[in-house]
């Protein structure tokens, strides 16, 4: 049972343009929302995380939304840029597991 | 700060082989852990570590797979026999070791079973 659910599987963005990435959940026990950017050849890295107690976490050009009754976040990036093109992963964490359950990946790539 | 390491980074075997994946991880870092990240996917959990203790290794094959963390610092990951369906990148990653600390991963290591 997939626990974490990403989408669009890929995604192609106009440089200057907003990329959405979004994934939902089902165990409402998780309490930590991360996500990790990964590019081709390299280890995932996080990006930006949030707790359930905000609706919103800002950083830079990246933004996470987040919606507690709908079991949802997202991911948004502003003024995208070439340099942004890589794979995105969402995760979740929490719980009686206290691991990091990924979702399967989200190819950006934003053209110039 | 040296980030993880992890050797060897491309394996290619035959199936049936042996293959050891290394890993050192940041130091200082008590936590350390093993994913499996197929082409396309998510990394996927194998095994962690908090010092030299497998805390959750729920999601290791132990019929083939097997680890270890000596001295609670670096890690080997070992599959015996390797099947054509282990290829993947196998990623290592440490943390402080506090509930929801990040996770630092390393460049991973690719196998490719023949």
């Known amino acids: 049972q997939q626990q974490v659910k990403q989408s669009p599987q890929s995604l192609i963005v106009q440089k200057g343009g907003i990329s959405i990435i979004n994934c939902a959940y089902e165990n409402t026990a998780f309490d930590y929302f991360p996500w990790y950017q990964q590019f081709p050849g390299k280890g995932p890295a996080l990006l930006i995380a949030i707790r359930p107690d905000v609706s919103e976490k800002k950083e830079g050009r990246f933004t996470i939304s987040f919606n507690k009754s709908a079991k949802q976040f997202s991911l948004h990036i502003m003024d995208s840029q070439p340099g942004d093109s890589a794979t995105y992963f969402c995760a979740a964490e929490g719980g009686s597991q206290g691991n990091l359950i990924f979702g399967k990946g989200t190819k950006l790539s934003v053209k110039p | 700060e040296a980030g993880v390491v992890q050797s060897p980074r491309y394996k290619i075997i035959e199936k049936k082989q042996p293959v050891a994946f290394w890993c050192n991880p940041i130091?200082?870092?008590?936590?350390l852990y093993w994913y499996l990240q197929n082409l396309g996917q998510g990394p996927e959990l194998l095994i962690r570590?908090?010092?030299?203790?497998?805390?959750?290794d729920s999601q290791l094959p132990k019929d083939r797979f097997s680890a270890e963390r000596l001295k609670g610092v670096d890690s080997t990951l070992k599959i015996q026999p390797a099947e054509l369906g282990d290829s993947a990148v196998y990623l290592c990653?440490?943390?402080?070791?506090?509930?929801?600390?990040?996770?630092?991963f390393g460049p991973g290591t690719r196998l490719t079973v023949l």
């Open positions: 990653a440490s943390s402080l070791g506090q509930a929801t600390d990040t996770q630092y």
């Open positions: 130091s200082g870092h008590n936590t």
């Open positions: 570590y908090e010092n030299e203790e497998a805390v959750d």
